[in-house]
């Protein structure tokens, strides 16, 4: 009896834990032998799975800050709330499901390919052909999406080209055997060629809206997977979290037996890669203007293409997703208008940014200092004085024509509209587009933007070369001109010291102090690329936490110890600011104590708080766990479970044990 029900467990694997099937056809689709017969119905397949795409617009609620707190808990950005377990040892631990070990995109893409290929082939698919060919292109980028959502979630990963049937039991559990991370990368990169050799080289949906994927997306996309692969084999080259590197555990797997890789060639492979793919859409798409004026946001195109209802007339802009007034999911405005929306900069960010000379604020005399919010930004990088919400300046215009200006940042208030800081995040926040006091509001959300292709090949050519290109030298200038700063950053890496920047995380990789050019380049990215999203797995790539596993790192904000504790004070006069161990006998406190800092340490406010004393890191976190329901459904024998008879293998640092903390990895 065991045993039947042990082959039945591993029939519906894969993931049945998950509601992921392999073995079944998807639900919420109609797929009768007709169906994939036109270009419309290709083309609503697909469209179906844009929803459940790893993109932006999937993954938080546009109220509140939405897509913008998508930096949260870095070292940039931090929450007054969420998830934070990345931070504190022993509370991440290994989950009893599956843990995102999930295979549904995977398998709707490959149920297409299986049903659409031999009518395409056959040519009995009706509707215009270039739209059909588009859809399959889709179809192929869809697939690469998802699959590199796996490959930064846990590395190497199987790889699954076909449906598979319920009735091959043993077939369903093979599945599960996990590939190299740099074949994954490789895989995905070739699904990225397929995508751009199908898709429309421009946009062709709805009046060229670029609201569906095209050939740049597929070719931004993967100079972003190449970047990955190519700095991660390289910063973590001889690791366990390297395929080959010592103590790689899949090298135990008689499966990989004759694996073998030349670390050095991969690495330069993917980084070719990054730099090809970057430079043709860099060359070919320029970035939208900035007027530099902190008060004209109503017609400054770069600061628009992050708060207007429309992004199709931005040209920078590659793919985008719309938002809808008919939902909840709305009212960033709205919300600005309440507080600092549980979020905030951090003070290392803040003073990562240069003076509009060029310059780190400790080599420039243009820095006025940090005593107010106005000092902070003037003459500072623009994207600085744009971005940052500070006191009385005006972030709307109501429709009456009346003009509301900031408040002192909502450092008192609830969790929800909360300034966790005092640094506000002001991105997406664009003064005269619309009344942004209200409860709903039309935003675009930028999916892909030409900027990071810049980005990208900078990093590339750096990590490739060891030198600064032309190509790269003309992408960073026209990033540092756009953004009202000196172009000459060869000033600014001569200029920078290294153990003053070394606040940011940033500035390590495997725990020493990287170069000031490798560093400048990052500052660049991490300038540019503010609230998108991108911190996480940039900090993660660039294993940029190894000094972080016996130091704690301490999140500080803006100098509430200074003049602006005078903006907290109640109709009496009196201060509102407490803290523990203060002269009123508080013991519990609303802001930190001034004997920890001049600055605001958000973490430090409850002594209770598990990052009371800072972060720290485990080497295992920079990947995640694969969740128990998967090896238990790949280990079923006649006697019981077996662990070492399932095809899978933990991550280095995680034990095979529901509930397991992660330990340092060997090396490390």
Not at 67 to 94: E, H, I, L, Y
Not at 175 to 181: E, G, I, T
Not at 234 to 262: C, E, H, R
Not at 499 to 522: C, F, P, Q
Request: proline share 3%.
């Amino acid at each position: 009896m065991k045993k039947y029900i042990l082959n039945a467990i591993a029939g519906c694997m894969l993931l049945s834990s998950c509601n992921d099937y392999l073995d079944k056809e998807p639900l919420d689709y109609i797929t009768p032998d007709v169906y994939f017969s036109t270009s419309e119905q290709l083309a609503a397949y697909t469209i179906r799975m844009y929803q459940d795409a790893d993109f932006k617009a999937n993954n938080k609620a546009y109220y509140s800050l939405g897509v913008f707190k998508n930096d949260d808990n870095t070292d940039v950005q931090v929450s007054s709330a969420g998830s934070r377990t990345r931070w504190v040892p022993g509370v991440w631990t290994v989950p009893g499901a599956d843990g995102g070990w999930a295979f549904n995109q995977i398998y709707n893409a490959n149920y297409f390919f299986e049903k659409v290929f031999p009518k395409y082939k056959a040519g009995t698919i009706s509707g215009n052909e270039n739209d059909i060919d588009h859809y399959i292109g889709e179809m192929y980028m869809l697939r690469a999406v998802e699959y590199f959502k796996k490959l930064k979630t846990f590395g190497d990963f199987p790889i699954i080209r076909n449906t598979i049937s319920s009735a091959d039991k043993q077939a369903l559990i093979d599945a599960n055997q996990r590939r190299p991370m740099n074949e994954v990368a490789r895989f995905i990169m070739a699904d990225l060629d397929s995508a751009a050799y199908y898709m429309h080289t421009a946009a062709s949906d709805d009046k060229g809206a670029r609201n569906r994927l095209t050939r740049d997306a597929a070719l931004i996309f993967k100079s972003r997977v190449a970047l990955y692969a190519g700095s991660w084999l390289k910063n973590f080259k001889g690791t366990a979290l390297v395929p080959g590197g010592q103590g790689w555990p899949g090298a135990n797997m008689s499966y990989n037996s004759g694996f073998n890789i030349d670390i050095d060639s991969e690495m330069n492979f993917f980084l070719d890669e990054a730099m090809k793919t970057s430079k043709e859409i860099a060359d070919k798409i320029p970035l939208v203007d900035n007027l530099q004026n902190n008060y004209s946001e109503g017609t400054n195109p770069y600061v628009l293409i992050f708060s207007d209802a429309s992004l199709s007339k931005y040209p920078e802009v590659i793919l985008w997703n719309a938002t809808s007034t008919n939902t909840t999911q709305t009212g960033l405005g709205f919300a600005h208008a309440q507080g600092g929306l549980g979020s905030g900069y951090t003070r290392a960010y803040i003073e990562s940014f240069l003076d509009k000379n060029g310059l780190p604020i400790y080599a420039s005399d243009l820095y006025k200092g940090d005593e107010t919010l106005a000092d902070v930004k003037s003459d500072r990088d623009n994207r600085l004085v744009q971005f940052l919400k500070i006191k009385d300046e005006p972030f709307s215009i109501q429709s009456n024509g009346t003009v509301i200006n900031t408040l002192a940042p909502e450092i008192l208030k609830s969790d929800e509209y909360k300034s966790t800081t005092g640094y506000d995040i002001k991105k997406g926040l664009t003064m005269s587009v619309n009344d942004k006091t209200a409860q709903n509001q039309l935003s675009g959300i930028i999916e892909y933007r030409a900027a990071e292709a810049y980005l990208n090949y900078m990093e590339a050519c750096f990590l490739r070369t060891g030198n600064i290109n032309a190509d790269a030298d003309k992408y960073w200038k026209e990033i540092r001109r756009r953004a009202g700063v000196d172009d000459d950053y060869r000033k600014t890496i001569a200029a920078t010291n290294m153990d003053k920047e070394a606040g940011l995380m940033s500035a390590y990789t495997a725990g020493k102090l990287v170069d000031a050019t490798m560093y400048n380049i990052r500052r660049e990215r991490a300038c540019e690329l503010m609230s998108e999203g991108f911190r996480w797995d940039d900090l993660r790539r660039w294993r940029s936490m190894d000094q972080l596993t016996t130091n704690h790192y301490i999140v500080e904000g803006f100098k509430l110890w200074g003049s602006m504790s005078n903006w907290y004070k109640g109709n009496d006069g009196n201060s509102l600011l407490t803290y523990i161990g203060d002269a009123k006998g508080s013991t519990k406190g609303n802001v930190s104590s001034p004997t920890l800092s001049d600055y605001l340490r958000p973490m430090q406010i409850n002594e209770n708080s598990d990052l009371y004393n800072g972060y720290l890191w485990v080497s295992a976190h920079y990947l995640s766990p694969v969740g128990m329901s998967q090896f238990n459904i790949t280990s079923g024998t006649d006697s019981g479970i077996d662990y070492t008879k399932s095809p899978l293998y933990q991550n280095p640092g995680w034990p095979a044990e529901a509930g397991g903390k992660a330990s340092s990895v060997s090396g490390f």
